[in-house]
Structures are given as structure tokens and as C-alpha cells.
């Protein structure tokens, strides 16, 4: 089921008498039951000050009024395109489509339950630079979008993200912050259902060179009861596939194993660390524990990287590694 409207043209500016051509940024919008939040995230969508965008809505075949919201949008804005999932296909699986039908030369991918600032695809574009994906800050907010005390960079480390071995273990950059390049998600699609999409497309842009960072709060994240995924410290649904203790083991498992296969050959150092990690996470046999604590001990600086944590708290971590996987 799909409704097309008109193809955006390219916009053009007048700078120093000289025209400019702006990329195109593909605004992926997957929603699921999202009626409570969206219209206020499909205003903040429509009054970005970057001309040049499209927007691809995805739905995972709800039940509730959200086709009808995003039908009402398309049919009163030509940027607009909306299709729907014949079958519930999970939040991973919607994203990925919803960025092959991306034409833009960036995607910037949207939670149904956010709100953007009127300058966060602008300034993406501005500050991205010849990097494969930025990524801003974020206010935390709760139900009714009241910003808490904190924002994200509070409670985790952002920065530019350069190797590929400082979120092979924990990634704490959330997709709805992120605008990438389409060729980078060329280079990442498929998605692997045991890792969360955003984490597998930041994994792939430390590959291929450097994240950027803007340092400036440009979505308010709205954390509720039915997040897919919360932020740190924050209540997560309990219910999410990949929070369930059963198959959690192996899911990390996978995870690591991935990340190998998929690091380039001339990253020689990266590859023998992350080969390691493999064998390690293997099982919990005695010499397996002493080499997984060794190795955490060895290069928390890469793998503890996202983590705003004291050096105390992080040597702990690594003792930690001797009895659990993470």
C-alpha cells in the first residue's frame, strides 16, 4: 500500500551571486501504534529550516489511527511518502526498508515519538563534513516533552568516534541524533537482526573513517512506558526482543562474531582485537573468563569508550568480565 506524491525537486540558494544546490536529506519515519506522539513529531518534521528534504513514512502495520495521521500529512505535502507494512516486521527490519527507498544523499532516520529542533537537518548537513554520519546531542524528556535535568551527553561520552573498536562493545549513539550517507547505508544493509540498526550503521561509519560530533541538543527524546528502547538509566520495555534474558548469550555472541567478519582486512590491529573478543566469548570455561578479563583490562579505552564512568568503575567493569559477557 503506498501513497506517492510529486518527487522533490532540488533546492537551490543565492550565495555571493553564485547557485548552490542542496543535497536531498530522506527523512525515515518508521511508526507502529503511534498516534499519541506523532503529530507533534510530523510538526517538528515540517518546520525544519533545510529546504531540500523528503519524507519516507514507514508503518509496521498498526491497528490504531497512525496510517490515517501520516495519509492526512501526505495527501497536504508533496515531500511526503507514505507505505505500509503488509505484516508486523519489528523496528529493525522497517528501518532498513525505509532507507532503501531513501533518495536523498543522507538519511536521517526518526522515531515517531520525538520532537526535532526546527535547525537539526540543517545543521547536520552543515557540520558533516566528508564523514560518513554525525550525530548531535539530545534533551531527555519525559511523556509530555518537559525536559528533565539532564541531556544524553550527561550520562554518556560523545565525541568522534574513530575506530571501530570503541563500540564494538557498548554504543550509546541513538539513531533518531543521527544523518548519514546513503552510501553508508549501502555499505551496512542488510541489517543484522541481533543488533539494533542504529548501533550496525555506527559499527560500519567507524569503518569507514571518522563519526562526527555536534555538540548541541537538537531532539527532545521522549522517554515513556512504551519506548522500543529507553536512553541509559532510563525505563526500558521490558518486552523487547533484544532486552529478553533468554538468547541474550547469544545474541552478544553473534554480535561480536559480526562485528569480525565485517572489519576490512587492512585493519589489522582492530581485526586480531575483535578475533579475540570472538574466541573469548565463546563459553565460560575457566581460560576463556581469564582471557575475556585480560583483554578488557587491556583495551578498556576502546571498549569502555561510551561509558561516563570513573577509572575506578571501569577497572571494575573488567573484573566483571571475568564471570558474565557483555
Known amino acids: ?34 498516534e499519541a506522539y506523532l503529530l507533534q513529531q510530523l510538526e517538528s518534521l515540517f518546520n525544519q529550516s533545510y529546504s531540500n528534504i ?32 503488509e505484516a508486523n516486521l519489528g523496528f529493525i527490519k522497517t528501518f532498513d526498508k525505509g532507507c532503501s527507498l531513501a533518495s536523498g544523499e543522507f538519511i536521517a532516520p526518526c522515531d515517531q515519538d520525538d520532537y526535532w529542533d526546527p535547525g537539526k537537518v540543517e545543521k547536520s548537513v552543515m557540520n558533516i563534513g566528508n564523514a560518513s554520519m554525525i550525530y548531535c546531542d539530545s534533551f531527555i524528556c519525559d511523556e509530555n516533552l518537559n525536559k528533565k535535568d539532564k541531556k544524553i551527553s550527561d550520562k554518556v561520552n560523545c565525541f568522534n568516534f574513530i575506530s571501530c573498536l570503541q563500540l564494538c562493545v557498548y554504543c550509546r549513539i541513538y ?22 540498526h542504529d548501533w550496525w550503521l555506527c559499527y560500519i561509519a567507524t569503518i569507514m573513517g571518522e563519526i562526527k560530533y555536534l555538540n548541541e541538543p537538537l531532539v527532545y527524546y521522549r522517554q515513556h512506558s512504551s519506548n522500543a528502547i529507553g536512553v541509559v538509566g532510563e525505563k526500558r520495555r521490558k518486552s523487547h526482543k533484544l532486552n529478553k ?40 570455561s575457566l581460560i576463556n573468563n581469564i582471557k575475556r578479563g585480560f583483554l578488557f583490562f ?14 575506578f568503575m571501569q577497572y571494575l567493569f573488567c573484573f566483571k568480565m571475568f564471570v558474565k559477557i557483555k
Do not use: W
Not at 587491556?298 to 577509572?311: D, G, I, N
Open 245 to 284: 534474558e533468554k538468547g541474550r548469550k547469544q545474541n552478544i555472541r553473534n554480535r561480536v562474531k559480526a562485528f569480525y567478519e565485517i572489519c576490512p582486512a587492512h585493519l589489522t590491529k582492530e581485526r586480531t582485537i575483535l578475533y579475540k573478543l570472538v574466541r573469548c566469548y565463546e563459553n565460560f
Open 1 to 34: 500500500m503506498e501513497y506517492l506524491r510529486q518527487p522533490v525537486i532540488e533546492s537551490e540558494t543565492k550565495q555571493d551571486g553564485q547557485t548552490e544546490t542542496l543535497p536531498m536529506v530522506s527523512i525515515v519515519l518508521a511508526t507502529y501504534k503511534g
Open 298 to 311: 587491556e583495551y578498556f579505552k576502546y571498549f569502555l569508550a561510551p561509558k561516563k564512568k570513573s577509572l
Open 175 to 196: 539513531g533518531h541524533a543521527t544523518l548519514f550517507s546513503k552510501e553508508l547505508y549501502k555499505k551496512a544493509t542488510p541489517f543484522i537482526l541481533d543488533i539494533p
Open 54 to 85: 523528503e519524507i519516507i513514512a514507514i508503518d509496521d502495520a498498526s491497528n490504531d489511527n497512525t496510517l490515517t495521521i501520516l495519509q492526512e500529512h501526505a495527501a497536504r505535502h508533496r515531500n511526503m511518502k507514505v507505505f505500509v507494512n
